[in-house]
């Protein structure tokens, strides 16, 4: 198989039954090949012209329209689009369209049969800005596209705002994995540490390392294990690869001038009590990147998942559409800004042409000129701020 250069789109008589129920409201589900030749199934929440779209990358062991869509009661099936975020998002007319990760719910794996497992997170950062890419391809009109990621996914984007700066208008971070060190330093992990390599190069595929469970919300919890597709934390480990490529890709993080090469601007939101990824990682982020704005917003009584644990998760959505309104604005004003200011260069530019070519020439009588007509445009370039919230 050669690597897509379109998204392919099924048709909805092929779709997985769950996926054409009415309560998920999916408007579209396919995949693209990857450079691995792997088959990445995506799914989308389309609206008929959106003002932005929105590509999420989900966390370690879940998958996209899992931790896209809500239960209904809490602590049952994922399955309904009734109170979810691409609901609150369509609603803020922007579309939303996500990524099973490889080796992850409905997508190929680089081992067949080994779930929740990767050979290399450069990897996933790789598929999801090719997909990225592929939805702009695919879109009917240029809008600004943002990146956001959970957990897991939360370095997916980081790793690939790093590697292609240009392939986003922002990007959102929710709890990323930027650092481990408070996960890394328990008892049991602490004792594993030393022999990851050898077993990550021996036996990749090994469930080693300890996850905790969600027991500050057990439905949502519940809603993890119930599901036929996930690797519920709390329940199985993460694989010896896995582990050895999350725990590199945050001592490169740390590295002088990475996470400096970030120049979109970002948002991270983190709990402070998160006991899967440490907080003090989104500080460094925000405060590293060279965004022109760039910023940390605290999430209070949250554990770790903020796309499903309530009341939280939807003021949090909130919070998020308006910060990505914030932006476009932002690019609108600076657009109409620049614009503004190369046609008063070229406007120079002719005057001082006419200027030299009439001094060329003999004298002649002065005309009384033709009054110049004002722009249609009076933008205002608002200077951006760099916000910074600590601890």
């Avoid at 010896?240 to 890709?249: C, H, N, P, T």
């Avoid at 001094?359 to 110049?372: F, L, Q, T, V």
């Amino acid at each position: 198989m050669a690597k897509s250069r379109a998204l392919k789109t099924y048709a909805k008589k092929s779709w997985e039954p769950e996926l054409r129920a009415r309560t998920a409201k999916i408007s579209r589900t396919g995949d693209f090949i990857n450079d691995q030749n792997l088959k990445i199934r995506w799914y989308s929440w389309d609206v008929p012209e959106p003002q932005a779209i929105v590509v999420f990358a989900h966390g370690l062991g879940v998958y996209g329209s899992f931790e896209m869509l809500t239960a209904r009661p809490l602590g049952g099936v994922r399955e309904h689009y009734a109170g979810s975020w691409p609901e609150r998002f369509n609603a803020a007319n922007v579309s939303l369209f996500c990524i099973d990760h490889q080796g992850h719910g409905r997508s190929d794996s680089s081992r067949p049969g080994a779930r929740c497992y990767f050979e290399r997170a450069d990897d996933l950062a790789r598929d999801f800005t090719q997909f990225v890419e592929l939805i702009k391809r695919d879109s009917k009109r240029p809008v600004p596209v943002f990146m956001m990621g959970s957990s897991l996914g939360g370095l997916v984007v980081v790793k690939a705002a790093i590697a292609t700066p240009s392939v986003a208008s922002g990007v959102v971070a929710l709890a990323p994995c930027i650092s481990l060190d408070r996960i890394s330093k328990g008892t049991m992990n602490r004792v594993l540490l030393p022999i990851l390599g050898f077993v990550s190069a021996w036996f990749p595929t090994f469930p080693l390392a300890k996850t905790v469970a969600n027991a500050r919300f057990p439905l949502t919890q519940a809603e993890v294990e119930r599901d036929a597709l996930t690797w519920p934390s709390g329940k199985k480990r993460t694989r010896a690869r896995v582990a050895k490529e999350l725990l590199d890709s945050t001592f490169e993080f740390k590295k002088p001038g990475v996470l400096e090469r970030i120049t979109m601007p970002l948002i991270a939101f983190h709990g402070k009590d998160d006991q899967m990824t440490d907080p003090w990682g989104s500080q460094m982020l925000a405060d590293r990147a060279s965004s022109s704005s760039s910023e940390v917003r605290w999430v209070d009584d949250v554990f770790h998942d903020l796309c499903h644990e309530k009341p939280g998760c939807d003021v949090l959505c909130d919070e998020i559409i308006e910060w990505c309104r914030e932006r476009i604005n932002d690019k609108l004003a600076s657009s109409s800004s620049s614009s503004s200011l190369s046609s008063s260069s070229s406007n120079k530019r002719a005057k001082t042409t006419a200027v030299a070519k009439r001094e060329a020439r003999p004298p002649a009588p002065r005309r009384a000129s033709k009054p110049s007509k004002p722009s249609k445009t009076a933008p205002i370039d608002a200077p951006t701020r760099r916000t910074r919230r600590g601890l």
